[in-house]
């Protein structure tokens, strides 16, 4: 029987974390099979590690050796470590850090090939999984330089209502400043109004930009970044035909709940636009990879040492990764079908009955 449901392709992130908790209380839910069919990249090792210390309604769990073999209405699983794998909850360790990395590595592999259609990631701790196969401060650099091609990656935050963008985003705050150009925004801002519009459904979307400084720079008391780089970004995008607005000082920006008239914030840095965001949204966020013709969302929390094991995470963030890749696969489609070829453009010649002439067609060969 062929597979005509979405194939999520999930991977248990670091084995010490609360990476195999959310998985495995999302797909508890027995509408999570009916919805898509998912295949986990990890240790089945570990799966029953963690499932005999969580009261979980019963699920099967099926062993397959390839993305091809997933069985819908099932919950697959790939063994990508082997069995001699150390499970230590709450501790970071490197071979954590190492499984997590062949997860990921496999899954990937597999979503460039085609026998998985979206990638979902349990978080990794950044530090444990560094080696000389993986030297990337994140998911988000290591999927744009696998899954690039060339393609520059946006990272974003994103629930329901609120969707915040980074210029820059895995990066110590004293290189911030110089990272802030004006070529540095008007690239997020063109690669952040083109997802709104395919991954979100979004026609025309109006994008908030945030300032570096305090107080937007004070016209220049607090900081020259805003009148030299941000607003003549502001200004090219708009001219480019993006609606970008600012900038705002983050503060009053949220404090204000000026956000709910945005589709998009633009935030300078990692803790400026997230910090807000996770205040508001922990639970249910989503951290989205946008601008990669492949698509990867991932719960919006880390590994969780100080809960591992404990029965006390909760898979909300990690349920709404799981619809995000999934909707946004769906839009992806729909916008491809609704921005297909034009319509050709025909009109009826009156001196004859029911003839349609196309304008689009070429016919000085007929001449």
Known sequence: MANNKIKVGITHGDTNGIGYEVILKAMEDPRMTELCTPVIYGSAKAAAFYRKGLELQPFNMVQINDASQARENEVNIINVVGEDLQIEPGTASKAAGEAAFKALERAVADLREGTIDVLVTAPINKD?????????????????????????????????????????????????????????????????????????????????VLSLNPHAGENGLLGKEEQETIIPAINEASEDGIWAFGPYASDGFFGTEAYNTFDGVLAMYHDQGL?????????????????????????????????????????????????????????????????????????????????????????????
């Open 275 to 367: 910090t807000p965001f996770k205040t508001l949204a922990m639970s249910s966020g989503v951290n989205y990879t946008a601008g990669l013709k492949f698509i990867r969302t991932s719960p919006d929390h880390g590994t969780g040492f100080d809960i591992a094991g404990q029965d006390k995470a909760s898979p909300e963030s990690m349920i709404h990764a799981i619809y995000m890749a999934i909707d946004v696969f769906r839009n992806r489609k729909s916008h491809a079908y609704a921005h297909r070829n034009p319509l050709r453009r025909q009109y009826f010649d009156k001196s004859k009955d029911n003839v349609v002439l196309d304008l689009t067609k070429d016919d000085s060969s007929n001449d």
């Open 128 to 208: 444990t999984i560094q080696s000389p196969t993986f030297s990337f401060p994140g998911h988000t650099e290591y999927l744009e330089s696998s899954l690039g091609d060339g393609d520059k990656s946006l990272m974003m935050l994103c629930t329901e209502g609120l969707r915040v963008a980074l210029v820059t985003a895995h990066m110590p705050l004293a290189r911030v400043p110089e990272s802030v150009t004006k070529e540095a925004i008007l690239e997020k801002l063109s690669i952040f109004n083109e997802s709104l519009k395919k991954d979100f459904g979004i026609e025309a979307p109006k994008i908030a």
